[in-house]
């Protein structure tokens, strides 16, 4: 290489070098600005987890490219006519046209790509420095169940890096050696000088144990279910097996390590092929992992096992029925797939849960819908769950009023500075109200430039501010990203916006439980540790411990400290009205249909089988129905009720009569006569007739299933024009009936009326509208005006429904 070529070759690496370097470092520094923004707490935890990510990484990354610089050297070294044997009169010096340099530059791209990524160890590295223990021991190594959690892990990743780095090492070597002549065939025979034996021999026996070393942990690998449930019987096989591997592959190291000392290569190859095929032979070897889901022992065992990863431990089997009379269940009539049509026209939702407000009549169930049209700014809906207006449309709550109203009408109005999901990326702001980072010279401008690729850093004026990770997801992830982090869902804390999110802690290797499908794998731990809030206008971050006796969440909160706050610091109204987490009960849900539970086939949308309870009980319920096999009845179910006090979980088992599934009572309401006239008549106007979710309660009627039916208007406006109801009583048998309301077909079924849809039938509308003049009427004489504009809107939407 010409020295204009070499001057040109160095300038380019180094301008990547300065590139790749400032990316990075403006990430960094603008990740700690932006932390600093948030609040103290996040500020102090990230800036301590950072650096500790960037020093694994540094440490790890210089040790891989002094492993490759020191072998590669060697490697040249041994190539060179100085340094030659006697017997090597035939040797070649080093090529010309590559300069020696040139390997050490090999060297540091190679530890560079091949050491990167030991950040992500930081987690399992932290819990191993904290010592986190769950004093519980594992039912087949007996070791802590936190060993899988911070120990095992840890050992993993060290043990794949330390086999990949001596691999590319030895394979690196190699083809030196053969560039350098130091290894050749000479008369059909394949020739190696003395110090190129010795360097390969060092090589293979550092390999030889890297791949021991993998054997080694194989039973934590099968304790920890990586493998299939096991009976202690195999596990003891299985791990007798990984000890002769282990031993197979100290024997190579140590045979490796002899080849120096002049032993045969012939018996080196020898040792290395039986350890390949004992390595061979352990994979094929069968598992029998069918013969535990039949054994009681390890059934009982798995039990107590997936109860500890999968938040369980208070499942109570229950045989019995609530005695709760239908006349305390409050319905829910709108479903998540109808909440664009409930929140109006060309309406964007950009956020929606269930959930409660506090009225001067007790709490109330209602859907918090977030929504925006066009580039307005975002608006608060909240849409009673429970009850429809007379024509069958939605009822919006405003601020201040004792009830809701017919129409779309706002809670509340927010700004677009407000923290919702699909805000964007990066927003500049000036004035008092501005939130993010203070654009207060060019050094932070030209760091926030770069870092999110943002021109208008430059072009921002002075005292501008500029935000970003305005999404509460995006938020929650970066300020904590040891959680899972649930999909942030709308809040009103005392007529304040907040969005909540649950915190999930999430493991690979917990022992013996069941074993999820997971975008990343599998994971076998989803347990409950943390709520998350976030205040939508200015955009603080709270973390709250879900349970005190939690010592994995304890574990992470001393890491965390001061981010974390205790579970007694959690506000009171977002202890009562948390919704239970959908992603949490899937999981559960797989969980007890599982070998271990045999619960029988789950519901998988958890949103099909939400009931919410009466306002006096707070919280959130679900009840999510078992079929049987096959799936024509449902066999029990999982009742999972979260309120301020915490969580509390039953499997109620069905043993007497009982209910459909649901693809059974879809098919039998579907042929009720007057819901085939009732689709007919929806269609007829243009609308399309669109079926709910089924929803299951059990009460001291029997075990009740009801289902909401809407027609969808062209414009896209929801009606509810039909409630299905189903009931298998002790007393009553098996009974199906229809109605505008679950009250009204209820008393369908008991055969007390005949079924007549909402805003259909002129008697019907005629006695609805005489209630209503009478109701204002009422309202006029004593002097009550906001109770008069309320019937007059009621009256309205029955005469003149939304088209």
Known sequence: MSPRARRIAIALAALALALSLGRWGSLFLADRLWEATVSEPAAAAGSRRALLGLGLELLVVTLAVLWFVVHFTIARRAALPDLAPPERDQARVWPDRLPRWSLTAAAVVLGVLLGGGASGWLDELLLTLDGVRLGIPDPLLGADLAVFLRDFPLWMHLQGRVALLCGAALLGVVLLHLAGGAIRVLERRLWVSSHARGHLAVLLAFLGLALAWGSVLEPFRLASGFRGPLLSSEFLLRTLVAEVEAGLGAAAAVVSFFWWLRVRGSVVLGVWMVYGLGILVGRVLPLHTEAAASDEGWRASARGLDSLAY????????????????????????????????????????????????????????????????????????????????????????????????????????????????????????????????????????????????????????????????????????????????????????????????????????????????????????????????????????????????????????????????????????????????????????????????????????????????????????????????????????????????????????????????????????????????????????????????????????????????????????????????????????????????????????????????????????????????????????????????ALAYLRDLLEPPK
């Open 311 to 790: 938040g369980l431990a208070n499942t109570e089997a229950v045989s019995r029925r609530s005695e709760d009379p239908l006349s305390t269940l409050i319905p829910s009539l709108w479903d998540a797939s109808v909440v664009p049509a409930i929140a109006g026209d060309s309406a964007i939702v950009l956020g929606a849960t269930k959930g409660w407000i506090g009225t001067a009549a007790g709490r109330r169930p209602v859907w918090l819908v977030v929504r925006q049209r066009g580039i307005q700014p975002p608006s608060l809906l909240v849409v009673s769950d429970d009850e429809v207006s007379p024509a069958g449309g939605p009822l919006a709550w405003t601020m201040g009023n004792g009830s809701p109203v017919p129409g779309y009408r706002a809670y509340r109005e927010l700004s677009l500075e407000t923290l919702r999901p699909g805000a964007p990326r990066v927003v500049m702001g000036t004035g008092p109200a501005a939130r993010g980072v203070a654009l207060s010279g060019w050094p932070t401008r030209v760091i926030l430039a770069w870092a999110l690729q943002a021109p208008v850093a430059f072009e921002a004026p002075a005292g501008a501010r500029l935000a970003w990770r305005l999404d509460p997801a995006a938020r929650l992830r970066a300020v904590a990203p040891f959680a899972r982090w649930t999909e942030p869902r709308p809040q009103l804390v005392d007529t304040r916006l907040v969005w909540t999110s649950d915190g999930l802690l999430a493991a690979r290797y917990f022992p013996s439980s069941l074993r999820l499908p997971d975008a990343t794998g599998s994971l076998s731990m989803l347990r409950p540790a943390f709520l998350g809030v976030v205040d939508a206008e200015t955009g603080a971050v709270r973390i709250f411990r879900r349970d005190g006796a939690d010592s994995l969440s304890g574990a992470w909160a001393r890491i965390a400290a001061p981010l974390i706050e205790p579970r007694d610091a959690t506000p009171r109204g977002l202890r009562e009205n948390e919704p239970y987490p959908a992603e949490l009960l899937r999981a559960q849900a797989l969980v007890l249909q599982g070998p271990a539970w045999d619960a029988g086939r789950a519901e998988r949308n958890p949103d099909a089988v939400e009931v919410l309870p009466p306002p006096s009980a707070g919280g959130s319920e679900f009840l999510m129905p078992f079929g049987s096999d096959p799936p024509r009845e449902v066999a029990s179910f999982f009742r999972a009720v979260r309120t301020g006090r915490g969580d509390s979980l039953q499997l109620i088992r069905i043993d007497s009569a009982r209910i459909e599934s649901a693809a059974v009572l879809s098919e039998r309401w579907q042929r009720f006569p007057f819901q085939q006239q009732l689709r007919d008549s929806v269609r007829a106007a243009g609308a399309t007739f669109e079926h709910g979710l089924v929803r299951y309660a059990l009460t001291a009627e029997g075990q009740i299933a009801y289902q909401p039916a809407w027609g969808v208007a062209p414009s896209g406006r929801a009606q509810l024009v039909l409630v299905n109801v189903s009931l298998v009583s002790p007393l009553l048998g098996r009974r199906i009936g229809a109605g505008r309301t679950l009250a009204e077909a209820w008393r369908n079924l008991r055969g007390e009326i005949s079924p007549t849809a909402i805003g259909t039938g002129a008697e019907a509308t005629l006695e609805l509208a005489r209630r209503y003049m009478l109701r204002a009427d009422s309202a006029l004489k004593r002097g009550d005006l906001q109770e008069l504009g309320r």
